[in-house]
């Protein structure tokens, strides 16, 4: 057997390399074979140079990659296969933020709840087949090695990594892929609807998934699907990489005998199988193997939560130290919010933004030193933290018809005094904006983002004139043009933001322009009941979030039949789903955007973005959504000895944040 | 006697089945169900959960089924095979949550319970028999103020102060190194640490009330009849108050025991959320508002049976007590 001893610097520099033909095959998706594959077997043959002396553990020495010493003690031991072993032949390499990290600490968080430590299944995991990258520009693999898309968007091939494993040790191949597909996707039982994300864009007929050999699948779908591959890397996909077969099997009535199920079943204090299914598949459950960084093993009754490292996990840095660097993720339970930030400024939390409210921000600053934290402003994904949906389907056909003339709705948004709103309501966080995507998104256009949002009272007046509102009744508010009262009720359950001030200072600063609007707030399952129902709520507040890369549910970006978000035009949306066998058609620029959006679900990745920028110019260009204050920052408190958190990043769902930032190479400087 | 229990244990059937009825309703009445509140929460951390997912945990749950489906499944449960249902928000069988909270939640209650009545009765006594003394105006207004200072007003002082004087943080009832180890001396001790500042808190509260009580009781008792009757007779004074006054006054607390019972696991709930105790109350308070309806109804049963047993219990004491009531 050959000695493979080798030196820092040579492995760095194959990393390097590595890590750049993982990414480039990434890019190349197109392309059909895997040259990355390739390189890691090159890797124990090169050339020895000077062993780095006394540095690594002995089990490591011999070792291409370098592990946690609880781990290597653990292999010294003889409880856990080496580390070369463990990793898959070819494993994702993660760059670092700031430096190359130390093994070792704990990571203390706050949970609001027992389920709230439920981000270890999503944003502290974002373990998807493929997921965006750091800035959301594009796709790229993760725990396929790489991936191919044919000519017509219709076939999506995904070649695993060879050697790739469970938690638990068990190999991690395309069978998990087709247990999830034909046992627990096609089980009406396990799943009663087919998720949208898997169906046809045209057909709404179910994908397929087949196994090619043990490490390639192809997703297939009847008709052009090219946004699938931003579904595969968005959350509502994630879970299907996390159904291990060899687990599950043995709670699943096409592997275990009936009788062998209903004992289990009853044992549990179960009625029925899928029950007992659906607890065993759950965070909740430490037997549960995952791909995860770390893996639950103290769950909720017990507090704190605790995750710990998955000996097995398949990424490395770039030096070839498998990660993540942090030993565990403890969880503390708190009853509420306040108390988790409270916990933030005394220190007590090491890095989180998650329920730290940006309204605290001076508390936060204030206790810096002492609590020895640093407070970051990362942003969020919200086009508008507070956007008005005027509703174009209303029972009420004056006010409809109003709302449905582009010079009404012109004359609103130029109504309102933003940039008071941002100062007053939101205390000088966000700036007055339109309702578009954030400026850090690919689509992202200054004109779309200032149309029509400077205040303007005499605009605003001389539109409404301009469409015959002119006569005022004697308190000074506009009456319509039949002579009868109009008056707007904008409805909102204070969920997401500072919305009953912002909501009384847009009523203020319309009372100028002679628009009488009431401020009518209301609790939040009825809110959702009414916007659901469409006929009746004149305007609704709800917040346009996600607006990074929005292309997977645009819901702010054309009138929509919603609930939360309140539906804007639920018989148009009907309309166009039942392809207009029901509801209402929507006039011409609607329809366009509909099926400008149909074209965005099957475009080939070269297409996409011509047709998402024309999506996103149309949807500010018609006003459709009024926006007020966005660019709010995420603020979070992260310990001062706690690194690689990346200063700037965007906080999104899609983006699984902080998953996009990778925290499996955060890590905590010890000294 | 014997048929008098007997009779009010049959009573308490009906009684119970109509309450844990309504219960389990009342609990279902606000609109939506544990699925929307979940979504509602998760929501407002931007986390958003798909449809079919959604569809999939309701049929899961047995959301989707009627009311009485629902309560039917539930009741049958707990008196058949002695299982309470499982808990969503928790994702454990109620029972595996509710008997470990109650365990610790009980030992709170129940000293403070005992620590009011030591502290109470003697100083209400005195109260009454050294009436409009300095003595008694200072109690007095001590106990006013104990009384108007709601428990959590007090828990936030006291976590501000001891915090801000003493930098100790008292929250929750062990410290950090503990939570997690196995029950053994050290952790005894240090819950020890720990459990006195709940168990004062809520000792106050029912303190204050306590001498109110008894001393307007004991001042009614004090210039009746039979205890000029007994001075004339010559008893000591001391043996005279205690022996009978005293007995008749304590007949409230007698006559509350049944909702003293049922506030050894609900009581305490602000208190218990301010200082993050890992008691019953929170978990109650927090099954309510997310709609967990498995784990509040469970809950809410036990609050009732704990009530009806109590008030027997209180009438049976009240019996053997007071010499002036008769069963009939």
């Not at chain 2, 569809?55 to 008196?79: A, D, N, T």
């Amino acid at each position: 057997m050959r000695m493979k001893t080798q030196s820092e610097r040579v492995s760095r520099r194959q990393f390097l390399q590595l890590s750049a033909v993982a990414s480039a095959s990434a890019l190349l998706a197109a392309c059909g074979s895997s040259p990355a594959a390739e390189a890691p077997a090159a890797a124990p043959a090169a050339p020895t140079a000077v062993p780095a002396a006394g540095e690594a553990a002995p089990a490591a020495a011999a070792s291409q990659y370098k592990e946690a010493p609880m781990l290597a003690e653990m292999v010294n031991a003889g409880s856990l296969p080496p580390v070369d072993e463990r990793l898959p032949q070819n494993p994702r390499v993660i760059p670092v933020v700031e430096e190359i990290g130390e093994y070792g600490g704990t990571w203390y968080r706050v949970a609001v709840g027992p389920g709230d430590a439920g981000t270890i299944t999503n944003r502290l995991s974002y373990e998807n087949l493929l997921r965006w990258n750091e800035d959301g520009s594009g796709v790229v693999a993760n725990i396929v090695e790489s991936y191919e898309v044919n000519d017509d968007a219709t076939v999506f091939t995904m070649h695993l990594r060879q050697g790739m494993h469970w938690s638990d040790g068990e190999p991690f191949t395309a069978d998990d892929y087709m247990f999830w597909h034909d046992d627990v996707l096609l089980n009406t039982d396990l799943t009663p609807s087919i998720p949208s994300w898997f169906k046809d864009p045209v057909t709404a007929n179910p994908g397929v998934i087949e196994k090619v050999d043990d490490f390639t699948i192809n997703f297939k779908f009847e008709n052009s699907y090219g946004l699938f591959l931003q579904m595969l890397a968005g959350p509502s996909s994630s879970s299907i990489s996390d159904y291990p077969k060899h687990y599950l099997t043995q709670f699943h009535p096409s592997y275990t005998d009936e009788a062998t199920l209903a004992q289990l079943t009853a044992d549990a204090g179960f009625d029925e199988w899928f029950q007992l299914f659906g607890q065993k598949r759950n965070w909740q459950n430490p037997e549960q193997p995952h791909i995860w960084a770390w893996v639950p093993t103290r769950v909720p009754p017990d507090v704190p939560v605790v995750a710990e490292r998955n000996p097995y996990f398949y990424k490395v840095d770039t030096e070839g130290n498998q990660l993540p660097y942090l030993d565990s993720i403890t969880w503390d339970v708190v009853e509420n919010a306040d108390l988790a930030n409270l916990k933030a400024v005394a220190g007590e939390i090491d890095c989180q933004f998650r329920h730290i409210l940006w309204q605290n921000y001076p508390l936060f600053i204030e206790n810096m030193e002492q609590g020895e934290y640093r407070v970051m402003r990362w942003a969020l994904a919200e086009g508008s933290n507070c956007l008005l949906h005027p509703n174009y389907n209303h029972t009420d056909e004056g006010l409809r018809d109003l709302f449905r003339t582009k010079d009404f709705r012109i004359a609103l948004s130029v109504g309102i005094n933003r940039s008071q709103i941002a100062e007053l309501a939101y205390q000088g966080f966000g700036t007055g904006r339109q309702a578009t995507v954030i400026k850090e998104s690919p689509y992202y256009k200054e004109e779309n983002a200032i149309r029509y949002a400077e205040f303007d009272p005499a605009q605003a007046n001389q539109l409404l004139d301009g469409i015959g509102l002119t006569e005022k009744d004697n308190e000074g508010y506009r009456l319509r043009a039949d002579g009868t009262p109009l008056s707007i009720s904008i409805e909102y359950a204070p969920i997401f933001g500072p919305w009953r001030d912002a909501v009384q200072m847009i009523t203020d600063s319309w009372k100028e322009i002679g628009i009488r609007a009431i401020p009518k707030e209301e609790d939040r399952t009825l809110f959702s009941q009414r916007g659901t129902a469409g006929e009746e709520m004149d305007m609704g507040i709800w917040i346009m979030d996600r607006c990074l890369t929005p292309l997977i549910e645009p819901w702010s970006f054309f009138p929509y039949r919603g609930g939360t978000p309140p539906s804007t035009g639920g018989l148009w949306w009907d309309w166009y789903q039942s392809q207009g066998a029901q509801g209402e058609e929507p006039p011409t620029e609607v329809q366009d955007q509909y099926a400008l959006y149909d074209q965005i679900r099957g475009a080939s990745p070269d297409a996409l973005p011509a047709l998402a920028q024309q999506f996103f110019d149309n949807a500010s260009e018609n006003l459709w959504f009024i926006g007020t204050v966005g660019d709010l920052p995420h603020v979070g408190i992260v310990k001062n000895n706690f690194r690689n958190v990346p200063e700037n990043a965007v906080s999104d769902w899609l983006q699984q944040t902080p998953g996009n930032t990778n925290v499996e190479q955060y890590f905590k400087r010890q000294a | 006697m014997t048929i008098y229990i007997i009779r009010r244990v049959l009573y308490m059937i009906p009684t119970l089945i109509a309450i844990s009825i309504l219960s389990f309703v009342i609990i279902q009445l606000p609109p939506g169900d544990f699925l929307t509140s979940y979504v509602a929460q998760l929501r407002q951390e931007g986390d958003i959960i798909d449809e079919s997912q959604l569809e999939s945990l309701r049929v899961r749950y047995g959301l989707g089924e009627p009311v009485y489906v629902q309560y039917g499944k539930w009741i049958s449960g707990i008196f058949l095979r002695g299982d309470w249902g499982q808990s969503m928000d928790w994702q454990k069988p109620v029972k595996e949550l509710i008997w470990e909270r109650l365990g610790l939640t009980m030992i709170i209650s129940l000293s403070s319970l005992l620590v009011s009545w030591f502290i109470a009765i003697p100083i209400g006594v005195y109260s009454a028999t050294h009436q409009y003394s300095i003595l008694d105006y200072t109690m007095t207004a001590f106990s006013f103020i104990g009384l108007g200072t709601p428990g959590f007003m007090l828990a936030l002082i006291v976590l501000f102060v001891l915090q801000n004087q003493f930098g100790m943080n008292v929250g929750g009832l062990f410290s950090e190194e503990y939570i997690n180890a196995p029950w053994n001396w050290a952790k005894v001790v240090d819950m020890l640490k720990h459990i006195w500042v709940p168990m004062a808190i809520v000792a106050v509260n029912g303190t204050a009330g306590n001498i109110r009580i008894t001393r307007a009781n004991l001042l009614d008792e004090l210039n009746k009849p039979y205890v000029e009757t007994a001075r004339a007779k010559g008893v000591k004074e001391s043996k005279l108050i205690w022996k009978y006054p005293v007995r008749v006054a304590l007949n409230p607390f007698f006559s509350t025991v049944g909702w003293s019972l049922a506030s050894l696991v609900s009581g305490v709930t602000l208190v218990a959320v301010v200082l993050s105790l890992q008691t019953t109350g929170p978990m109650l308070l927090r099954a309510l508002t997310t709609q967990d309806m498995y784990l509040a109804g469970s809950f809410i049963l036990l609050l009732s049976v704990l009530t009806v047993i109590g008030t027997l219990i209180s009438d049976i004491l009240l019996a053997l007590v007071d010499p002036r009531i008769r069963l009939q």
